[in-house]
């Protein structure tokens, strides 16, 4: 009923802040990860490198890697888990229990009971299943790497960069081409693993103590790790589950998620960057430690500050509580009816003065992050590449002429 009425609230903003209401309403759901992250992404990686791109062969690779990433890590993780694994590994639950696949790992564990031993082996099934999208992550960087040199015959990345011309190495181009092939079969052996582990586990699970924790620990691994710590069980059962979120019922992209693909794929980045040369490596040292950061946290590092500063400054005092935290979106309409009987005033006023602080709590963090992020970063690593390289050369070329004198 709530959220119905939320969406009669949003009827009667101005044209201008509906469309923020309802990104940001959609923000506050767990479905709504995967839209802001994709949109912080193309944001932050795509358009900065395509924009500050030193050859046809870069804006190639940075094209289809970002395109490639964003589509698999957002938008695939949901078509993965709830379409095909959970149909799979769910066969032999009855009804009331593939309901329960969509609760977290860890909402069970709190309630505990004894449908977890079938239900939680279930939905550890369901995330190694989809450990397929970040090792297919890590396999795209190599993919780029064959890709590069099929189109472009180029694999050394001062070639690829423009930092200079030179002829390319036939035997370096072998070099990269089978160490690609070498990492994406390595990809693949691990996931027909995973699988193989997914299968014992949705089918012997609930009959074996070994397989029920190494599935509670899949799934909720704050939980197993650190039970008289809550700071540090919720900070990993957030950062580091492979287990889906939820949100009405389906399984939808989790940061745990987010944060696997981050890792993996930052294995991979690193592996194929090492592959082309130190530069690429130095470039991909610079650039992932912010932007793998970033793709995991988005701007909450920045909100979380912002929200303080707002705080100390006496902004805003309709939303935050003593710790500076913020009600998701559909609280609004409680708070706006509450506020509304305290001053004698029209609930659609109050819906509306909360909307804009909520707007300015998420969205000048949001932007700010994009921006810095995004063509900061991609401007700032292209001039270190390019200043690393020629401060190497000058110093090669000064050595050099001193052994002459």
């Known amino acids: 009923m709530s959220s119905n009425n939320n969406k009669i609230l949003i009827d009667t903003l101005p044209k201008?802040?509906?469309?923020?209401?309802?990104?940001i309403r959609h923000k506050d759901q767990a479905a709504g990860l995967s839209t802001t992250r994709f949109i912080q992404d193309v944001s932050t990686s795509l358009l900065p490198?395509?924009?500050?791109?030193?050859?046809?062969?870069?804006?190639?690779?940075?094209?289809?890697l970002e395109t490639s990433e964003e589509a698999l890590i957002y938008f695939?993780?949901?078509?993965?888990?709830?379409?095909?694994?959970?149909?799979?590994?769910?066969?032999?639950?009855?009804?009331?229990?593939?309901?329960?696949?969509a609760t977290t790992g860890v909402e069970l564990l709190e309630k505990g009971g004894a449908k977890n031993k079938k239900v939680i082996p279930v939905k550890a099934a369901i995330a190694l299943a989809a450990m397929a999208i970040p090792l297919t992550e890590f396999s795209l960087n190599y993919i780029k790497n064959l890709m590069t040199l099929k189109l472009f015959k180029k694999s050394d990345f001062k070639n690829i960069a423009s930092l200079e011309k030179t002829d390319e190495d036939?035997?370096?181009?072998?070099?990269?081409k089978k160490s690609a092939q070498k990492h994406i079969g390595i990809a693949a052996g691990i996931y027909a693993g995973c699988l193989g582990l997914a299968a014992l586990l949705a089918t012997k699970g609930k009959n074996s103590k070994v397989l029920q924790n190494i599935s509670e620990f899949i799934v909720?691994?704050?939980?197993k790790m650190f039970k008289k710590s809550p700071k540090a069980k919720n900070f990993f059962n957030k950062y580091t589950c492979m287990d889906f979120n939820n949100q009405n019922g389906r399984l939808?992209?989790?940061?745990g998620q987010l944060t696997t693909c981050v890792l993996i794929g930052g294995a991979g980045y690193f592996g194929a960057s090492a592959d082309r040369g130190k530069e690429n490596l130095k470039e991909t040292a610079t650039r992932f430690p912010l932007m793998g950061l970033y793709v995991i946290t988005g701007s909450e590092l920045v909100e979380k500050g912002f929200r303080k500063l707002l705080q100390k400054m006496g902004k805003c005092k309709d939303l935050f509580d003593k710790d500076a935290n913020v009600p998701n979106f559909d609280k609004l309409e409680d708070i706006a009816k509450k506020l509304s009987k305290e001053k004698n005033t029209k609930i659609e006023q109050e819906y509306k003065s909360l909307v804009k602080q909520k707007a300015l709590i998420f969205g000048l963090p949001y932007l700010f992050s994009i921006g810095v992020m995004g063509f900061f970063v991609a401007g700032m690593t292209n001039y270190f590449t390019k200043k690393r390289y020629q401060n190497a050369k000058k110093a090669e070329l000064?050595?050099?002429?001193?052994k002459n004198r």
Do not use: C, M, W, Y
Request: charged content about 30%; overall charge positive.
């Open 398 to 402: 000064e050595s050099l002429n001193n």
């Open 170 to 176: 036939i035997k370096h181009q072998e070099k990269v």
């Open 252 to 255: 939808v992209l989790s940061k």
């Open 76 to 101: 695939v993780p949901t078509i993965l888990g709830e379409k095909v694994a959970r149909k799979i590994f769910s066969k032999g639950l009855n009804n009331d229990l593939k309901k329960d696949v």
């Open 220 to 223: 909720a691994p704050g939980s």
């Open 49 to 64: 490198k395509v924009v500050f791109s030193r050859s046809i062969a870069d804006l190639t690779e940075n094209t289809f």
């Open 16 to 23: 201008s802040l509906k469309p923020v209401a309802k990104f």
